[in-house]
């Protein structure tokens, strides 16, 4: 590794293409505008999937197609979503049916019903009177004004403190307490679920988070084939719930109308898309450099930021990597994941399939042919650095890979830190080298992570050519190196689901 330098040439040539024939925000489009909504196993997730293989089989790459990881459950789409407050007067509600939940039958209109509860006891004073109510949870979204810029990129105190370990890590995300908390949180959700059904209401209405019109969206019920039935659900603005929940408060009754149509599909198996540029050297041709992104997304806007912008930074990457005519000696091998909001379901599996199940940590010959995975999946910054994930061996090798990249990258941050959340994890759970890039959140946690505003057009053109251009360069150095990606100790098995 004292020995390691970029290969100056290679990343002048990738350069060149990736900057001056950029190809990328072509590639986004194609998988927002033009595939829709992206919800594991819909259309919209095929549309993009189909597209995808095609496009990159034009390019020239090989094995390009859909590749099972197992059954994942139904699929679930959109087909109609109408909902208007008609009393005491008329105004159409910014609003979107919460996934896999059924649609209406037909406009339906009625009464609103505010539902107050914290506790299963507090559901009884609600005991026959929610028959045919179009119910309100009641909401305490703060919407005031915000004095912050919704954009915002990586300050060189941000970075500095990410570049910092961390000393005995203080408590985790989920803590036992926290758990505990979950636990009864869902199964509270779910015995109002059930008492709301019981009681035959006819319409469920959230809207606790979001503001300026966006929302944050999420499912409503299970995409499992033999999942319990659920009403029909709204994701609300938070603005339009806080105005119902003020007039029903002031004593003013309002009434809505609205119309949910949903198609349930029954393809149950979840498929990765996967191509490959092929190496060239006779020995090493046979290991593999992974490179992804998911491709699925939430359904009340297109995906664009999570994650259309990482799929069309790896495709472009590819591209780039086969226009440039570079031979590398390792085989470079992309994946679009599926199933990954709901729970890295793709990468999880796909591991499983090739290199080892973590709970057993049984490994398959394809583990020691493995050098690296790189992903992105924080939005459309451009980046600013890596995360180790703990594995300071690489952090030289890195370290060299960035230098030709110091004028257009600030600050870079090359920090022993994990993340989490994406599908890194699933090769780092298993012991093989698996890295997430340190991105600028632009307005990821504020508008558009999951929310009903993410389109094409928050994308940052600049900051995608940036990024493809740097992964570009990782993964032909990674795929040209005399030896693999160096590891970390292989973890324990794991009784559990990782």
């Keep these: 590794m004292a020995q390691e330098k970029a290969d100056l040439n290679a990343v002048y040539k990738i350069k060149q293409e990736g900057l001056d024939?950029?190809?990328?925000?072509?590639?986004?489009?194609?998988?927002?505008?033009?595939?829709?909504?992206?919800?594991?196993?819909?259309?919209?997730?095929?549309?993009?999937?189909?597209?995808?293989?095609?496009?990159?089989?034009?390019?020239?790459?090989?094995?390009?197609?859909?590749?099972?990881?197992?059954?994942?459950?139904?699929?679930?789409?959109?087909?109609?979503?109408?909902?208007?407050?008609?009393?005491?007067?008329?105004?159409?509600?910014?609003?979107?049916?919460?996934?896999?939940?059924?649609?209406?039958?037909?406009?339906?209109?009625?009464?609103?019903?505010?539902?107050?509860?914290?506790?299963?006891?507090?559901?009884?004073?609600?005991?026959?009177?929610?028959?045919?109510?179009?119910?309100?949870?009641?909401?305490?979204?703060?919407?005031?004004?915000?004095?912050?810029?919704?954009?915002?990129?990586?300050?060189?105190?941000?970075?500095?403190?990410?570049?910092?370990?961390?000393?005995?890590?203080?408590?985790?995300?989920?803590?036992?307490?926290?758990?505990?908390q979950i636990r009864a949180q869902r199964a509270f959700n779910n015995a109002v679920s059930a008492f709301l059904k019981s009681e035959e209401a006819a319409l469920i209405i959230t809207g606790n988070r979001g503001n300026d019109g966006t929302f944050f969206t999420s499912n409503g019920?299970?995409?499992?084939?033999?999942?319990?039935?659920?009403?029909?659900?709204?994701?609300?603005?938070?603005?339009?719930?806080?105005l119902m929940a003020r007039l029903i408060k002031g004593g003013i009754s309002v009434n809505i109308e609205a119309e949910i149509k949903t198609r349930f599909i029954g393809e149950l198996s979840g498929y990765n898309v996967i191509a490959e540029i092929p190496g060239t050297d006779k020995t090493l041709k046979e290991e593999v450099v992974m490179l992804g992104a998911h491709l699925d997304s939430w359904h009340a806007a297109t995906g664009?930021?999570?994650?259309?912008?990482?799929?069309?930074?790896?495709?472009?990457?590819?591209?780039?990597?086969?226009?440039?005519?570079?031979?590398?000696?390792?085989?470079?091998?992309?994946?679009?994941?599926?199933?990954?909001?709901?729970?890295?379901?793709?990468?999880?599996?796909?591991?499983?399939?090739?290199?080892?199940?973590?709970?057993?940590?049984?490994?398959?010959?394809?583990h020691s042919k493995f050098s690296g995975y790189f992903n992105i999946d924080n939005g459309t910054g451009r980046i600013r650095g890596i995360y180790l994930q703990e594995n300071d061996a690489v952090r030289p090798v890195f370290e060299k890979w960035f230098e030709p990249f110091m004028d257009m990258i600030e600050n870079t941050t090359v920090t022993i830190r994990n993340t989490g959340g994406t599908d890194h994890l699933a090769f780092d759970g298993v012991g093989l080298p698996g890295f997430q890039f340190i991105q600028d959140p632009i307005e990821y946690g504020t508008r558009t992570h999951h929310t009903n505003m993410d389109t094409y057009e928050r994308l940052v053109e600049e900051d995608l050519k940036q990024m493809a251009v740097i992964v570009a360069s990782f993964v032909y150095h990674t795929a040209m190196r005399d030896e693999k990606l160096p590891r970390k100790p292989l973890p324990e098995p794991r009784s559990s689901s990782f």
Excluded: C
């Design 304 to 366: 664009a930021t999570d994650n259309a912008s990482g799929s069309a930074v790896m495709m472009e990457v590819m591209r780039i990597l086969k226009a440039t005519g570079l031979q590398p000696r390792r085989t470079i091998r992309i994946a679009l994941w599926s199933g990954e909001e709901q729970g890295l379901h793709g990468s999880r599996n796909y591991v499983t399939n090739h290199f080892a199940d973590r709970n057993d940590m049984k490994l398959k010959p394809e």
């Design 221 to 242: 019920a299970s995409y499992a084939a033999d999942a319990e039935p659920v009403l029909p659900q709204f994701e609300m603005a938070p603005e339009h719930a806080n």
């Design 21 to 180: 024939n950029s190809k990328v925000m072509e590639i986004a489009r194609h998988l927002t505008d033009v595939s829709g909504p992206r919800l594991t196993n819909s259309p919209g997730l095929k549309r993009a999937q189909e597209w995808a293989v095609e496009e990159m089989k034009g390019w020239g790459l090989q094995n390009s197609g859909l590749e099972k990881w197992g059954d994942f459950g139904r699929g679930w789409e959109v087909q109609k979503n109408y909902v208007a407050m008609t009393a005491p007067y008329y105004l159409a509600f910014i609003a979107s049916p919460k996934a896999w939940t059924p649609g209406t039958n037909g406009l339906i209109s009625g009464e609103v019903m505010m539902l107050d509860a914290s506790t299963e006891g507090d559901l009884e004073k609600y005991k026959g009177q929610l028959k045919g109510k179009i119910v309100l949870f009641d909401t305490d979204a703060d919407t005031s004004p915000s004095f912050e810029a919704d954009a915002s990129r990586l300050t060189a105190e941000d970075l500095a403190e990410r570049a910092k370990q961390p000393i005995g890590g203080g408590p985790g995300r989920f803590t036992p307490e926290r758990l505990t």
